[in-house]
């Protein structure tokens, strides 16, 4: 069993900056993949940056070059630093992980960026 806890979500202006933590914790030898999904209002969830256990990673074509994906095995996180914030990134951020086959959500943080 897999407990994910996301921090770091608030309010910023368009511009800003804001990094997201995530810390799994519970019964387990060691994470594969973790990654950051979004829901905004009224939309579906979608994929915003994932990362291999070997530190592989793959973003949302709109978040490339703004947004970066990293983790710390050791401490079982998955980071994610968010640049030039826009209100369309405002959404629910969601943190994921993959063991054993099976798939890990977290609560969800808010990110709401003012224009």
């Known amino acids: 069993q897999v407990q994910l806890v996301e921090s770091g979500g608030g309010l910023v202006q368009a511009g800003g900056s804001l990094r997201l933590s995530c810390a799994a914790s519970?019964?387990?030898?060691?994470?594969?993949?973790m990654g950051w999904y979004r829901q905004a209002p009224g939309k579906r969830r979608e994929l915003v940056a994932t990362i291999t256990r070997g530190a592989n990673t793959d973003y949302k074509d709109s978040v490339k070059g703004r947004f970066t994906v990293s983790r710390d095995n050791a401490k079982n996180t998955v980071y994610l630093q968010m640049n030039s914030l826009t209100p369309e990134d405002t959404a629910v951020y969601y943190c994921?992980?993959?063991?054993?086959?099976?798939?890990?959500w977290g609560q969800g943080t808010q990110v709401t960026v003012s224009s």
């Open positions: 519970g019964r387990f030898s060691s994470i594969g993949a």
């Open positions: 994921a992980a993959s063991y054993l086959g099976f798939d890990y």
